[in-house]
């Protein structure tokens, strides 16, 4: 039992983790102690309280314009993860879509979906998100139009995988039998088995799309100034990397510690939601 218990422990990290940064996110208003927007020049590129020259009224220094650092990551993590959730959503539900479609009725919805995948996996993701920008312009709602379209090719393929396995099952062969419409035997037959793994695929899938999200938002991209996101901030502070080292390094170890406890947590919920994972010690049986 120590492997599963061991697992269940990376569970709970990123459980509390993730709550912990959602919490943050939903509660900015109250936890950030100043106003993430307020500039102040006199009280510009000010380090973190235990360096030389920092103060309380800034316990993690501020940027260029003043503005306090602490506040602005709590600010980010409202960008980041609503970012990252809602690309996480659109893609799941269009390639959720696509991979029942082509898994399910084959021939030449299968042909032409599989082959859209291909061309997809193949494009590179910075040329995408360079047209999307140039075509709609920079944003919040655009940059969840690149992060969803790069995401949906990853659920279609395993969730075409799964439906093609299913299809031939027992169950639906049944509600073929009973006259049953594709669309209901989608519904209520093959659906409800890929839920786990979709939930799972979801869960590690929000991580990397913050990630994405922080990389668009730190070429200028993605979330315009002044608006806070981590992204961002590591943008603004690449400039002064060398001499004011907290203006990227706070930045940067949220959207560490935020990923870290999101594929924690999706390893522990996959372990969790996989029936067929048995997790024994060497030398144990089933019984």
């Given at each position: 039992m120590r492997p599963r218990l061991r697992r269940l422990r990376f569970l709970a990290v990123g459980a509390a983790i993730v709550g912990v940064a959602v919490l943050s996110a939903l509660a900015a208003p109250l936890l950030a102690p100043r106003d993430p927007y307020r500039q102040a020049?006199?009280?510009?590129?000010?380090?973190?309280?235990?360096?030389?020259?920092?103060?309380?009224?800034?316990?993690?220094?501020?940027?260029?314009?003043?503005r306090d650092t602490l506040s602005r990551i709590i600010y980010g993590a409202r960008v980041s993860i609503s970012a990252g959730a809602l690309a996480v959503a659109f893609s799941m539900v269009l390639g959720v879509l696509m991979g029942l479609l082509a898994g399910f009725f084959r021939g030449a919805a299968d042909t032409l979906i599989s082959n859209l995948v291909d061309v997809m996996l193949a494009f590179p993701f910075l040329l995408l998100a360079l047209a999307a920008v140039a075509a709609l312009g920079p944003g919040f709602g655009n940059m969840i139009v690149v992060l969803g379209l790069t995401g949906w090719p990853i659920y279609t393929r395993v969730v075409r995988a799964e439906t093609l396995k299913f299809r031939e099952r027992e169950f639906v062969l049944a509600a073929r039998a009973l006259g049953l419409g594709s669309g209901r035997i989608l519904r209520a037959h093959v659906l409800p088995n890929l839920v786990n793994t979709i939930i799972v695929m979801a869960s590690l899938e929000v991580a990397r799309m913050i990630i994405l999200e922080s990389f668009l938002s730190f070429l200028g991209l993605g979330i315009q100034p002044p608006t806070p996101s981590w992204g961002a901030m590591l943008g603004e502070g690449r400039v002064y990397m060398l001499t004011h080292w907290w203006l990227a390094a706070f930045?940067?170890?949220?959207?560490?510690?935020?990923?870290?406890?999101?594929?924690?947590?999706?390893?522990?919920?996959?372990?969790?939601?996989?029936?067929?994972?048995?997790?024994?010690?060497?030398?144990?049986?089933?019984e």
């Open positions: 020049i006199g009280d510009r590129l000010l380090p973190p309280v235990w360096s030389a020259g920092g103060t309380w009224q800034h316990a993690l220094g501020t940027d260029p314009l003043g930045p940067g170890a949220a959207i560490f510690v935020t990923t870290l406890g999101i594929n924690l947590f999706g390893d522990g919920l996959r372990d969790v939601l996989d029936p067929h994972r048995v997790l024994m010690q060497p030398g144990t049986r089933a």
